[in-house]
Each structure stands twice: as C-alpha cells, then as structure tokens.
C-alpha cells in the first residue's frame, strides 16, 4: 500500500496522500514536508465526517472534489473490502495538472481496492511512518502547506471549498459531488445548469453503473460533452443524454431496463 501512495505522491502538486478506514482512523500515508503522521491523523478524523454527510445522499459515491484558495482535495471511495470502508485522499496545490493526475489517482485507486479486497497482508496495511519524496523541502513540497495554513505544532482545521460564488459556472460544488476533474478524456469540468439537472447527472450515472461500473461517471461526462459543448446541460437535454448511455450497455434487455429507470428527465 505504501508504494501505490508514493506513485500518488510522486506526482507533481500532490502533497500528502492517505487512506483511511470508515472510523477515520489513518491506515497508510505518504506525504512532503509538514505532512507528518500527525497531522495527516488529524485530517482524516475530519475527512470521515465529511464523507459521511456525502453518503447520506448518496450512499454509493465515487469521487470527490474540494477545491480551496491555493489547492484541492480528492477523495475516492476504496470500498469495504474485508467489511471494512476505506477511503483514499490526496491533497494537493494549485500546480496540479488535473487531467493528468485524475487519471494516475484512478489507476492508484484501483491497485488499493485491488490490494484491500486480496486481503494484503498485515505489514502492508498498517501504517507506516511519514517519508518525503525526492524535493520535499522545495516549493513543490511548500506549497500545499501554505495553502493548508499548516504548522507541525498547531495542525490546521480542514479547509473548506471555495464559495460557489467565486466561480461562475454552474455545477455541483454545493453538493460535494463535484462533476469537474473525473474525465480520463481531458475535459476541465461538466457544467449545469440547474441543482435539478445536477440530480440528473447524478441518477444517470448510478443507474448507469449496474451495468458498466464505476466507469458510468465517465460515460457521462463524455455524453454530455457531446450533446452540451457549448452550454450547461440542461434537464431538456435529458433524452438525448439517455440515448447516448444507453448504447453504452450491450445486453438489450439491460439497455431497456436502463431507460426505463431514468424515465422521462
């Protein structure tokens, strides 16, 4: 476990990167510089708090991303291999290349849940002490500690996303089930137009997922590339959206079912 988290760490912007279990105890970190065992104890306590307002709503979630003044939180959800959830997070600055590293943290995401669900044995699981990678001590390493506002004596709270305001194109920031940075494609953000097509999205991609898996939100993302480049999607692009999913799933009578539980948008 410790070297998929040092693949995350050595990309470029990532700060820390943890997993931690369902009762917000920290399983294994790697981090730069000020993000010590400690402190990343400290913000996995608050993280799990976060995720579990998150699975209220939506119990089977996939991803999420924070965005703050200098840097951005992700958070992707491991599952509960052995009966136990887990969740992996990655803090990073605002030098992150998100489209590169969405996809890096995706396959990373996958090697853990591989490395979880095959019963890894117990020294690979427990955690480990903090370790810097090469440049730690840089501006690279720096940065997502100022952007935290982080101390060794006096860990920071966690910082909260950035106010809707302070981006003007709609989407899913108030929800925490933010559309933006999950494209292995390329593509910056998906964009709505309204908290009622922002449900849809969402709906979309779980009914989506019981027939191709996680890779739905994807899908999705691409559809409504398609059908909306020039302008948020919108609920009358709903029926469009659902054609173009559902030639996503092969089997006819999934692909029936599939329409039928989005129904009209």
């Known amino acids: 476990m410790e070297?998929?988290?040092?693949?995350?760490?050595?990309?470029?912007?990532?700060?820390?990167?943890?997993?931690?279990?369902?009762?917000?105890?920290?399983?294994?970190?790697?981090?730069?510089?000020?993000?010590?065992?400690?402190?990343?104890?400290?913000?996995?306590?608050?993280?799990?708090?976060?995720?579990?307002?998150?699975?209220?709503?939506?119990?089977?979630w996939d991803s999420i991303t924070a965005l703050f003044a200098d840097g951005r939180l992700l958070l992707r959800n491991l599952g509960a291999g052995g009966g136990t959830p887990r969740v992996l997070a990655v803090v990073a600055d605002a030098t992150l290349n998100a489209s590169f590293a969405t996809v890096a943290i995706r396959v990373a995401a996958g090697k853990l849940k591989r490395a979880i669900d095959g019963g890894s044995n117990a020294s690979s699981m427990a955690p480990a002490p903090a370790a810097s990678s090469p440049g730690a001590s840089g501006a690279s390493g720096a940065a997502p500690a100022a952007a935290l506002g982080a101390s060794r004596a006096t860990p920071p709270p966690l910082p909260t996303p950035a106010p809707a305001a302070a981006d003007s194109r709609p989407g899913l920031a108030g929800s925490g089930l933010a559309w933006s940075k999950i494209s292995s494609v390329g593509l910056s953000s998906v964009s709505v137009a309204d908290p009622a097509s922002a449900a849809f999205l969402t709906r979309a991609s779980r009914e989506l997922a019981?027939?191709?898996?996680?890779?739905?939100?994807?899908?999705?993302?691409?559809?409504?590339?398609?059908?909306?480049?020039?302008?948020?999607?919108?609920?009358?692009?709903?029926?469009?959206?659902?054609?173009?999913?559902?030639?996503?799933?092969?089997?006819?009578?999934?692909?029936?079912l599939f329409v039928q539980a989005l129904g009209k948008p």
């Open 3 to 60: 070297t998929i988290l040092q693949e995350i760490l050595d990309i470029a912007g990532v700060g820390a990167a943890l997993v931690f279990d369902g009762g917000g105890r920290l399983v294994a970190h790697r981090g730069r510089a000020v993000y010590d065992r400690a402190l990343c104890e400290q913000v996995s306590a608050l993280l799990v708090k976060a995720v579990d307002s998150v699975q209220l709503q939506q119990e089977d």
């Open 210 to 256: 019981r027939y191709v898996g996680p890779i739905s939100k994807v899908f999705v993302e691409e559809a409504v590339r398609r059908i909306s480049s020039d302008a948020p999607f919108s609920l009358p692009l709903g029926r469009a959206l659902v054609d173009e999913l559902a030639a996503q799933v092969e089997d006819p009578k999934d692909r029936a």
